[in-house]
């Protein structure tokens, strides 16, 4: 509990000087002003999270958070929980999607077991940080103790703090964990109040009762547990996970150590939410990826405020959508550092 308490305290904001510095450069850039948009926007958030003018991201790292979920007894996805294991021994071997995309940008992937309900063994190349095996089911009782939520999210803080350690300047956020689909449009129906079924989607495979039997389930844990919106501790323990309480801490960690951290898709964002009810100034840092395909994705960016970059039809998860992200971040500080301002341009033109 102390160390997410002192990682909460100690979060600023960005550097609102040096985004202003940042802007003012753009604007003076030898092109049109506001023609290069997003990645306008982008640049001027990096060098507020870094403090920099001319911001360095090229030791990227996704750190995957793997965990299994009790819900599943009540048949809300067709996928087999042995996928979860399966899936989380891949990761080292660079055999998923997620691996194969931040290969691309030299991103290192690191894989964290949270909660896999069996045993990972020590010699597979997983961080093993096991709080229980998996959640308990949520439609007959609490996911977790409220001391288990809080210990998931600290297991993202000193993960994501000792890859900082070690010379990460961008984070991104992933998940592996069949049925958590299930409890991120859980934590999304108690936060926003609305109806299950406006937030529930087809998963990585509905179950046979589909979409709506997914959302009585839903329902009912959330009528039996009642989580209190108003303390998203709570909302994390009685309908969460454990891989969503990490991506939560990963997220905090970056924002106290002013990193940016890139997020995935609906779970990922379910997690930044998390974040942002802990410490609202996390949002400074977060970089939003990708559009989920699920329906509650939309829903859940608009409730934390942010928009994704990109439109690709995705919903794999992993990490996929944040990896695939880090190109455009690249641009963003290429274009800080090597285009020139209208000024530069005549002063190189006149020699």
């Known amino acids: 509990m102390q160390l997410l308490q002192d990682t909460i305290q100690n979060i600023q904001g960005a550097d609102v ?14 092109k049109p002003p506001g023609s290069l948009g997003k990645l306008e926007s982008l640049a001027v958030q990096l060098s507020g999270i870094t403090g920099q ?16 979920h009790g819900v599943c007894e009540e048949g809300v996805t067709t996928n087999p929980q042995d996928v979860t294991v399966f899936q989380t021994l891949n990761f080292p071997k660079g055999g998923t999607g997620v691996c194969a995309i931040a290969n691309i940008t030299n991103a290192k992937v690191v894989t ?40 998931s999210i600290e297991v993202g803080i000193r993960v994501a703090t000792e890859e900082i350690t070690k010379g990460a300047n961008v984070l991104g956020t992933g998940e592996m964990g069949i049925g958590n689909t299930t409890p991120s449009a859980a934590i999304l129906a108690v936060l926003t109040g609305c109806d299950p079924i406006e937030v529930t989607g087809f998963g990585a495979g509905v179950g046979q009762g589909g979409i709506a039997h997914k959302a009585a389930v839903i ?25 969503i309480g990490a991506m939560a801490g990963i997220i905090l960690a970056a924002a106290v150590h002013r990193k940016p951290v890139v997020i995935d898709g609906f779970i990922s964002t379910i997690a930044a939410l998390i974040a942002y009810k802990l410490e609202p100034k996390v949002k400074d840092y977060i970089i939003p990826s990708h559009a989920s395909e699920e329906p509650g994705a939309k829903i859940a ?4 405020g942010v928009e994704p970059m990109l439109y690709m039809n995705m919903r794999l998860g992993e ?11 690249d641009a963003a500080c290429s274009m800080m550092k090597n285009m020139v301002t209208l000024e530069e341009a005549m002063n190189l033109l006149a020699k």
């Open 17 to 30: 000087i040096r985004m202003k510095e940042a802007s003012k450069r753009i604007d003076a850039l030898c």
């Open 53 to 68: 003018l001319f911001p360095m991201i090229d030791k990227k790292v996704m750190i995957v958070c793997a965990a299994d």
């Open 112 to 151: 964290v077991d949270v909660g896999v309900k069996e045993d990972i063994p020590l010699d597979a190349g997983v961080l093993i940080q096991k709080i229980k095996y998996g959640t308990d089911n949520m439609a007959k009782g609490p996911a977790m103790s409220r001391e288990e939520a809080i210990q």
């Open 219 to 243: 329902e009912r844990a959330i009528t039996l547990n009642k989580p209190n919106p108003k303390d998203v501790m709570d909302v994390l323990a009685k309908v969460g996970g454990l891989e």
């Open 301 to 304: 960016a608009a409730l934390l």
């Open 319 to 329: 990490g996929s959508g944040a990896a695939l992200a880090f190109p455009i971040l």
